[in-house]
């Protein structure tokens, strides 16, 4: 599993409220995504980094921001959540070595009421 | 956007018989993957073909590319109820590192 963690795994929370959503590695890999799941559209990208504090917006960033102040840590928040970032948000990581495939953590099952 | 999209959407088919489901693409690429995702969980790299590839195997399971046509298959050979999953495909375009994912083939097997 790459040693991807992801924190909560699920979480019900109210039209409105902040949230933030935590994604942990263990390995020191540099690339680090986040994307949403959603029936119909499959896996978007929503933001993701190359290093430290070092972020870019991906297909569907509105309403989402992200932060990388270590290595291991990705947090993405959504600033007042709506019933539409209802989904399963999964964190993936890159290792090196030039190909590019991705390893996923378990995913973080997200309820807005 | 998504790039890559699956065909068939799903698969029904009997324990022992074979599975191929297609991804076709619209730019040119640096590779495509494949990914199963068993219900619940995060997804599972399985293969990855280079553009300068056209065929890959591992185990039981069969990738062909064809750039010309801009497409690729996956091929699960004498499949198990195991293999019952979502299966999707994933092209890294020319000059960038993000894969982009298509919709998935939903994959039944039935024992």
């Known amino acids: 599993d790459a040693g991807i963690t992801q924190s909560p795994r699920h979480k019900v929370t109210e039209t409105g409220t902040p949230v933030t959503l935590r994604c942990h590695q263990t390995?020191?890999?540099?690339?680090m995504y986040w994307y949403r799941q959603d029936p119909g559209h499959g896996l978007r990208l929503i933001h993701y980094s190359y290093g430290v504090k070092d972020t870019d917006k991906g297909e569907v960033s509105d309403g989402y921001s992200v932060s990388r102040s270590k290595t291991e840590d990705f947090l993405l928040t959504l600033e007042s959540a709506t019933s539409s970032q209802t989904s399963v948000y999964f964190c993936a990581i890159t290792p090196a070595g030039g190909t590019y495939e991705q390893y996923f953590g378990p995913g973080t099952r997200l309820t807005v009421t | 956007s998504q790039q890559g999209e699956e065909d068939p959407q799903a698969l029904s088919i009997q324990e022992g018989e074979n599975a191929t489901m297609n991804c076709s693409y619209k730019t040119s690429i640096n590779n495509l993957q494949w990914y199963r995702q068993n219900s619940g969980r995060g997804l599972v790299h399985l293969i990855l073909?280079?553009?300068?590839?056209r065929e890959k195997h591992s185990g039981r399971l069969r990738v062909t590319l064809d750039t010309s046509k801009k497409s690729s298959s996956l091929l699960i050979t004498a499949s198990r109820a195991a293999d019952t999953a979502s299966y999707f495909c994933a092209t890294v375009p020319g000059g960038s590192y993000i894969p982009t994912f298509g919709r998935g083939t939903s994959l039944i097997v039935h024992p």
């Open positions: 073909i280079r553009s300068n590839e």
């Open positions: 390995e020191n890999h540099r690339y």
